[in-house]
């Protein structure tokens, strides 16, 4: 998969750059959190907005990782699992990461195959 987003080997080149993008992208939402309990004059409500942000976050990333993890028979097993669309560089474990950060942010970047999901992991997406 050689597109021109995140995809690219000359954009996202090692699993530690993902690393390093994924937090990029994800720094904006989490301040915007303390910015919005600035705002009101209440910052325990903007770190309780951060909670609920996290904990959603968290739970799409538990299922789709649990999602794309498995595989279903002797076909998937002998044909690659599951790493049809995904970056073979960072694995499904990097895709899964950078994929539910993206969609969350609603970034619009990518460096997997959306619709390469099995049906649960993709479910969050539609």
Do not use: W
């Amino acid at each position: 998969m050689l597109a021109a987003n995140s995809a690219h080997p000359f954009e996202n080149p090692t699993p530690v750059s993902n690393i390093v993008e994924v937090i990029a992208i994800l720094l904006i939402p989490v301040a915007l959190t303390r910015t919005f309990g600035t705002m009101i004059g209440h910052r325990r409500q903007g770190l309780t907005v951060l909670a609920v942000m996290a904990t959603l976050y968290t739970v799409v990333l538990a299922v789709t990782l649990a999602a794309e993890s498995r595989t279903h028979g002797v076909a998937a097993d002998a044909a690659g699992a599951m790493l049809e669309g995904k970056e073979v560089c960072f694995g499904i474990p990097g895709s899964v990461l950078f994929v539910v950060s993206t969609t969350g942010t609603s970034t619009g970047a990518v460096n997997s195959a959306h619709d390469s999901m099995s049906p649960l992991g993709g479910a969050p997406f539609c």
